[in-house]
């Protein structure tokens, strides 16, 4: 088998799509399932679009949800040259010709043959023009490929397309399209496939929303004899109601589930799943992915954003991601919530603590929020909650004497916490939770926390009989 070259091509104008990132994973993975190359092209051609920005977007998106791209990304601008340089070996070859028919005369001439109910092709109008010869002074030409003409058995173009199966189109639909503007600039059509050819990609795996692209794409590999790639054209994602994926279902920029806190191989994970599937496996690591993943398990049916799902395969990430590097992903959120940049030993009870609170995350929000009490300084700000539940005297009252039992403690570890406050508890006739409710108001500041016996533990002897002073 030839080796397999890959690539992602996206264009920055905007930020990263949540579409575009399954394309690129879906490139990655197979590029990195046969050992191949995994490319990453910048179609920077719209330059009234194009920004900086976009492009560092993309680019930390990219780095972001982990996919590693072969070699210097390519610049679709840079190569303008090489694009013209084609369109004018076509003309030399007699596949394409220069027509010098104003835009603004075709558009009328099409509007009018609509308004007729006629087909608008007008590709022996233009060649008709052309042959002639007549070059209208002060007017610049484009150049147009020669569409294909049907022959004697040969009436449509076929792409055999990996996901949709053989896809035909009449050659009666297909213009003669320009393939240079009368500026001398290329069209996207053209710089595509000079750029797929010159990057030896054998493979084109793209949303399905271009294969109308792929024909048109063809007759320049056809004119200039070239083999073109294999094409998979993927259904795109929809919302959960059916439609197409937009704002008004939520987050459809990578960096919003970054920002969100999910993380990148769980995103990879329910990228993974949304098209492209292998039984009723819903957790895969990226090493089974690259191990698992061909062209023929991809679905022909657009896929739903499932909020709900991905929430369960991120917080089975959180759950089975490694101590450091966890604390590595949720460090930006703590900081978010703190205002500031955390202390040691508040991120060292934080990291501490991480058994309990990975639990009760689904997100690096949530994790942030559920351990963010080991780094606040005193005194804590209650939540309303907390705040009502030690509003009163009699609670005052009973963590004095809480915090005078505990102050007896030498061993200050969760079980003699425990058992002691159960026998403080059962001495004041109390259900333990009567006590352990308001201690955990006095030194999480809310009253939804791990085990309060645990976090007493890890805050130690001396932060946790500060905190019940700060209240009792």
Known sequence: MTRVVTRFAPSPTGYLHIGGARTALFNWLYARHFGGTFLLRIEDTDRARSTQEAVDALLEGLKWLELDWDGAPIFQFARMNRHAEIAHELVTRGMAYECFTPAEELEAMRAEMLAEGKSP????????????????????????ILAPSAGNNDTEIVVADEVQGD????????????????????????SVVVDDHDMGITHVIRGDDHLTNTFRQRMIYDAMSWQPPSFSHVPMIHGQDGSKLSKRHGAVGLEQYRDMGYLPEAMRNYLLRLGWGHGDTEIISTEEAIKLFSLSDLGVSPSRMDFAKLDHVNAHYIRTCSDERLMARVIPFIESLLGEKPDELGLARFRHGLGDLRERAQTLTDLAHAGIFYLKKRPLLLDPDASKMLDTDETR????????????????????????????????????????????????????????????????????????????
């Open 121 to 144: 092709n007008l590709n022996a109008f233009l060649r008709d023009r052309a042959a002639k010869g007549d070059k209208p002074a002060g007017v610049k030409p484009v150049i147009r």
């Open 167 to 190: 896809v035909r189109v009449p050659y009666t639909q297909l213009d003669d399209m320009v393939l240079l503007r009368s500026d001398g600039t290329p069209t996207y059509m053209l």
């Open 397 to 472: 009252g009973l963590l004095s004497e809480v915090r005078q039992t505990l102050g007896t403690l030498d061993d200050f570890r969760a079980a003699s916490i425990e058992a002691t406050l159960k026998e403080f508890s059962t001495a004041k006739a109390l259900k333990l939770g009567k006590v352990a409710m308001p201690l955990r108001c006095a030194i999480t500041g809310t009253t939804n926390s791990p085990s309060i016996f645990h976090v007493a533990e890890i805050l130690g002897r001396e932060e946790t009989l500060a905190r019940l002073s700060d209240v009792a």
